[in-house]
T-cell receptor, first 112, second 114 residues
């Protein structure tokens, strides 16, 4: 079965540190890629998505992700995190119209 | 104000009882989904529906049932056959245009079996 791996279960950073969360997937064909975020007590919401075109995708709140097809990766980055970025982050990969697979999630804690 | 509503927010059930979780959307989306979220496991797909009166099993459908009688509603029943029902349940919806689109999520229902 297709799978999505998020390498870090829990990441702890200080404010202003740079962030990179890893995401790898197993399918070698055409994929659509997503990063979702779940702030404490809030709905899961979309940070950014990649369907085609420029592999460097910019999302909300200063986040970006880079699709590297040869590495089956879609890592999430932010140059300088804030305390308000504390949340759980999920990578998701869609292999066809309905088969969206989620990673296990990475919990990010930003210390003020 | 468009969105997805799930009720109730918290639900307690005794072992051996069936329970139904509500999901309603006013986004005019064709497709709706039910996921189960467990710590350290991400979201796993239970059932999905692309159109009214049609639905398909996801990865972990055993012990669950759904119906899709109206476009805006996709209730999930957790039956007594589900071995480990205590979890956080998320409903989502999306447009259906022949390719995967962003899914919009509800606030979730936390089910606890006593």
């Amino acid at each position: 079965a297709q799978s999505v791996s998020q390498h870090n279960h829990h990441v702890i950073l200080s404010e202003a540190a740079s962030l990179e969360l890893g995401c790898n997937y197993s399918y070698g064909g055409t994929v659509n890629l997503f990063w979702y975020v779940q702030y404490p007590g809030q709905h899961l919401q979309l940070l950014l998505k990649y369907f085609s075109g420029d592999p460097l995708v910019k999302g909300i709140k200063g986040f970006e992700a880079e699709f590297i097809k040869s590495k089956f990766s879609f890592n999430l980055r932010k140059p300088s995190v804030q305390w308000s970025d504390t949340a759980e982050y999920f990578c998701a990969v869609s292999y066809n119209n309905n088969d969206m697979r989620f990673g296990a999630g990475t919990r990010l804690t930003v210390k003020p | 104000d468009g969105g997805i509503t799930q009720s109730p927010k918290y639900l307690f059930r005794k072992e051996g009882q069936n329970v139904t979780l509500s999901c309603e959307q006013n986004l005019n989306h064709d497709a709706m989904y039910w996921y189960r979220q467990d710590p350290g496991q991400g979201l796993r797909l239970i059932y999905y529906s692309q159109i009214v009166n049609d639905f398909q099993k996801g990865d972990i459908a055993e012990g669950y049932s759904v119906s899709r009688e109206k476009k805006e509603s996709f209730p999930l029943t957790v039956t007594s056959a589900q071995k480990n029902p205590t979890a956080f349940y998320l409903c989502a919806s999306s447009t259906f245009s022949g390719r995967a689109n962003e899914q919009f999520f509800g606030p979730g229902t936390r089910l606890t079996v006593l």
